[in-house]
């Protein structure tokens, strides 16, 4: 297969000329090319089946032991001014960031297969959705492609007719961290991304073109692509609501996204339209929409089982690709807090051993279609999306943010957003366990300044009346101790109800200067082991906590200069203001 798109003939052929592989493959999506990829696989060790009794149609992919997590320190954003990839990124030229990529990419697909992957980002006929080509020579990347995104001849075909498309050139290089880059040019609309066969490094789709290319576009076109799960909650009386939630990576998104309601709330149910990235844009009626660009779930293994998440460990015993979890004896996956088997080996393929650490890697993922979930709305493949009515921004922070609090306007809700902070987790490369900023959970994601993001996310109340109410939650307060005092999984659905009780105006609050908190008794606690005294302590504001919290966001802002919206440093110093009233 070959394209009648011309400049898009060119480009692979330009990219084969100066990769020169053995030879082209051009993805057409297939159930019978997916087969045909894992087999080959399976014969050359890439995969390995695991127990197809117990869990059809999965295998596991062992990556090199360097090669396990996002690389933020590798990945850069070229623009011409430096300014405008802003503090928030690492900054090239782009004729620097050619010039130190291209001869890493010179012959490198040699003895390789170049696979050329057309995609679409988002349900094939919605005028939200935008498309994409990514070339490489991992046919790990394609099956991971396939299960991620709307992949193949009905994408080409889109982009033929559309002539526009991302450009996300791809090799797995060798794998030598010394010569790995992953490069964004948001004006060419490419991407360049060599030595990682990663996930976010690698399906150029997900993180690189998603969210840093997009985030981009958004916002020179009026809409927001966001780090943000999507779900409905539809309550026993049949109403239902959608909401979009920004948490860090690895802090739960896929958990919450899954939630299974608790036995204590009969009737409610929840559906999910995705658990990493949301596109939102105003529609005609002024009515802001969501939806998911990807169409499958690239999430954390360790920790799922049957109480966190039942929907995920379910959908998880077929039809998906593991990388790095251990296994049993009898070849089934395993990884710490799967509750259920005993390791045999390690993520490593070694013999399990405590001494070498945890059988499944921290950061060890599934890749499954979402159509496996048996929470999956269908509406997650409506070209409208759905009407979102509540963002939700949240962190991991044993304390300062109560359990939940609601902003008391859009502008306000900004500076909740950016003033998010979280630990660190495995799904970078770095220190885990630190508390970084992490605004809107987009630290490691937006592909331009941060001051300008934010000044982006504060038009918005000129393009609407109709935004939705902004909340941010925390489901992991501890005690001096470091006990959790919240449940969490199943039961943060008693959270997001007082969420929708709010955007309906069915419930009162509190107002409190870092914005509205639930009136004692409105989170619904019966059935929960959960003293009165522990809810106040979730719902408390420690004003001293808070004071140093702004303090810091202050600072923070300072090192965006002139940029950070005056608006912004409005929200901070007012809060400031109250906080030294107590
Ligand atoms: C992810 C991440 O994989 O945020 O979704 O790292
Ligand atoms: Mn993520």
Redesign the pocket.
């Known amino acids: 297969m070959t394209t009648s798109l011309a400049t898009l003939q060119k480009w692979v052929d330009e990219v084969a000329s100066h990769t020169r592989p053995n030879n082209i493959h051009w993805c057409t999506g297939s159930d019978d090319e997916y087969q045909q990829l894992i087999s080959k696989m399976t014969a050359d060790g890439t995969l390995s089946p695991l127990n197809q009794d117990k869990y059809p149609n999965c295998y596991l992919h062992l990556s090199d032991p360097t090669d396990v997590a996002r690389v933020e320190h590798l990945t850069y954003v070229c623009t011409p001014n430096e300014e405008d990839a802003g503090p928030n990124n690492n900054w090239m030229s782009p004729v620097e960031g050619h010039a130190k990529v291209d001869p890493l990419f010179a012959g490198v697909m040699q003895g390789r297969t170049m696979y050329v992957i057309p995609y679409c980002m988002g349900p094939l006929d919605s005028p939200y959705s935008r498309c994409g080509v990514e070339i490489t020579d991992s046919p790990y990347v394609v099956v991971n492609m396939k299960l991620m995104t709307r992949m193949g001849s009905a994408a080409l075909e889109r982009i033929e007719r559309e002539g526009t498309f991302v450009k996300g050139q791809h090799s797995t290089g060798d794998l030598d961290p010394e010569r790995r880059f992953i490069m964004h040019f948001p004006d060419e609309l490419s991407i360049k991304s060599i030595g990682s066969g990663y996930g976010?490094n690698a399906l150029l789709g997900?993180?690189c073109h998603a969210l840093r290319i997009a985030s981009q576009q958004a916002r020179s076109e009026g809409w927001l692509a966001e780090?943000m799960l999507i779900m409905g909650l539809e309550s026993p009386d049949g109403e239902t609501h959608y909401i979009a939630c920004a948490f860090?990576?690895?802090c739960g998104?896929t958990n919450l996204a899954m939630l299974i309601p608790p036995h204590s709330l009969p009737g409610w149910k929840i559906w999910t339209l995705g658990d990493?990235?949301a596109w939102l844009h105003i529609d005609t009626e002024g009515q802001l929409r969501a939806i998911n660009p990807e169409s499958g779930y690239?999430g954390v293994v360790p920790g799922t089982n049957a109480k966190t998440n039942q929907n995920a460990f379910d959908m998880i015993h077929k039809d998906t690709i593991f990388t790095n979890v251990g296994r049993t004896a009898d070849n089934e996956p395993w990884w710490e807090g799967k509750k259920v088997g005993e390791p045999a080996f390690d993520w490593q393929g070694r013999k399990y051993d405590p001494e070498n650490g945890p059988a499944a890697h921290p950061n060890s993922r599934f890749t499954v279609a979402a159509t496996n979930n048996p929470s999956y709305s269908a509406l997650a493949d409506a070209a409208e999306g759905v009407p979102i009515s509540a963002i939700v921004f949240g962190g991991r922070r044993a304390k300062v943010a109560p359990l939940v609090f609601e902003a008391r306007d859009w502008q306000h809700g900004v500076l909740v957003g950016a003033s998010v902070g979280s630990k660190m987790t495995a799904?970078a490369f770095g220190e885990v366990g630190k508390i970084r900023r992490d605004p809107m959970?987009m630290k490691p994601?937006c592909g331009y300044n941060f001051a300008d993001y934010w000044t982006h996310w504060l038009s918005f109340p000129e393009r609407t009346k109709k935004l939705p109410k902004i909340f941010h939650v925390n489901w992991f307060r501890q005690d001096d101790d470091g006990n959790f005092l919240w449940p969490g999984f199943g039961e943060n659905l008693r959270v997001l109800r007082w969420i929708v009780d709010r955007c309906e105006n069915r419930v009162g609050a509190r107002e409190t200067p870092v914005g509205y908190l639930p009136n004692e008794g409105d989170i619904d606690t019966s059935e929960l082991d959960i003293s009165a005294d522990t809810m106040r302590e979730l719902l408390s504001i420690d004003v001293e906590h808070w004071r140093i919290e702004n303090e810091h966001f202050a600072d923070y802002l300072d090192e965006f200069g002139d940029r950070v919206p005056a608006a912004l440093r409005k929200e901070q110093q007012r809060l400031a203001a109250k906080l030294a009233e107590l």
């Open positions: 976010g997900k993180k780090h860090p990576s690895a998104k990493d990235i690239f799904a959970a994601f």
